[in-house]
């Protein structure tokens, strides 16, 4: 059953360091996300993208995140200087439509980064 | 503000038992509700979807109910195993302008002991 892989699986960094979070979404789905988890909170939604840009973000997302899909299976994360609040899991999902918002995300098992 | 609000806490119950999580959410406007199953330290795993029209959805064991009126949701597990030991996440979305806003609520750690 195809799913989505996530590199690496932890992340160590000091703080004010360029992480990048590889993704590889299901090679059929169209539509990526990125989530993160700090640890004991819930799941908070990052960004969507489809067709090479970003459809929707939300307030964490500011400008020390970025996200790209260099190649046709890559899906990447960026946070530009990160903070000791940016340790947290980070999440990446594909979806193969949006389809009115009840297309079936595909989640992969995440990439814990650790900010020290 | 969207809201997504979960109970109980956290549930330990009897292998082999039934068990009923509830949702509650504030989300507007609302498109679908979802319930994942997320293991300690894993990516969340979608049980069901459901949106305005739908009051019901199964999935072998688990069963969602929804009651957009009231805006409450259900996921009862029947016949536990000790597998389903896990959160259950209630994820709420809206649509508006045609963007998706997602709320994810804290989830119900579920353990099922023999």
Redesign the interface.
Known sequence: EPE?TQTPSHQVTQMGQEVILRCVPISNHLYFYWYRQILG?????LV?FYNNEI??KSEIFDDQFSVERPDGSNFTLKIRSTKLEDSA?Y?C?SSER?A???D???????T?LTVL | KNQVEQSPQSLIILEGKNCTLQCNYTVSPFSNLRWYKQDTGRGPVSLTIMTFSENTKSNGRYTATLDADTKQSSLHITASQLSDSASYICVVSGLSGGYQKVTFGIGTKLQVIP
């Open positions: 989505v909170q819930k799941v908070e939604f969507s459809s929707e899991m999440f999902a949006l009115g918002g009840i079936t995300q595909y989640f992969g098992p995440g814990r």
